[in-house]
């Protein structure tokens, strides 16, 4: 079994940042990718960035790419979010998948472990 637990989400202001961890603890040996999700209310789960364990190999989403960095430390994934917006308003995932890797966009269907998520608000 694998365990995500996100932490460092929060209240921030237009322009500002935020950095997201993605703490995996259990059986993490085999995963192949780590992805970033977000969820706005009435939306869909967004795939916003994955990261290849193997070689750090990464994708961005468009909406995201120019602004969000992912990264890997050990068992711990970040997200580092700079000039945020309104619109990245949402509740961010973490998830896991042991089969295929990154390398396009992350779907939801794709993904079999997930955090809990962690609510991340842009607002002045």
């Known amino acids: 079994q694998v365990q995500l637990v996100e932490s460092g989400g929060g209240l921030v202001q237009p322009g500002g940042s935020l950095r997201l961890s993605c703490a995996a603890s259990g059986f993490t040996l085999d995963l192949n990718a780590i992805a970033w999700f977000r969820q706005a209310p009435g939306k869909e789960r967004e795939g916003l960035s994955c990261?290849?364990?193997?070689?750090?190999t990464t994708y961005y989403g468009d909406s995201v790419k120019g602004r969000f960095t992912i990264s890997m430390d050990k068992n711990t994934v970040y997200l580092q979010m700079n000039r945020l917006n309104p619109g990245d308003t949402a509740v961010y995932f973490c998830a896991a998948r042991r089969l295929g890797d990154c390398s396009g966009a992350p779907y939801p269907v794709e993904y079999g472990y997930w955090g809990q998520g962690t609510q991340v608000t842009v607002s002045s």
């Open positions: 990261i290849r364990s193997s070689d750090g």
